[in-house]
Nanobody, 117 residues
Framework: QVQFVESGGGLVQPGGSLRLSCAAS????????MGWYRQAPGKQREFVAR???????LYADSVKGRFTISRDNAKNTVYLQMNSLKPEDTAVYYC???????????WGQGTQVTVSS
């Protein structure tokens, strides 16, 4: 089963930018959909963005126009460029396949994003 390691999070002021990376333990070339998800304190994990092998992108309404998902199959890496960050974007961000499989889901450790002045 593929493993994911997320990185790139940190503390940023409102309006700032961050670029998250997600490194997969094996080739993602054959994985049709890759996605980013996030979990804020006290809330359930939610969908943020996904990209297909054909670079078709889908975003949650809350991040549309501010976040951009991309993938580099040669590097087995998925990225999330986050601009115009808001305090409500504060969460632990995870990547995984999209759609998520039914039953047990294997999550990485995630990367913390904190937007605060």
């Amino acid at each position: 089963q593929v493993q994911f390691v997320e990185s790139g999070g940190g503390l940023v002021q409102p309006g700032g930018s961050l670029r998250l990376s997600c490194a997969a333990s094996r080739s993602i070339f054959s994985i049709y959909g890759m996605g980013w998800y996030r979990q804020a304190p006290g809330k359930q994990r939610e969908f943020v963005a996904r990209i297909t092998g054909g670079s078709n992108r889908l975003y949650a309404d809350s991040v549309k126009g501010r976040f951009t998902i991309s993938r580099d199959n040669a590097k087995n890496t998925v990225y999330l460029q986050m601009n115009s960050l808001k305090p409500e974007d504060t969460a632990v961000y995870y990547c995984n396949v999209y759609p998520l499989p039914t039953g047990s889901v294997n999550w990485g450790q995630g990367t913390q994003v904190t937007v605060s002045s």
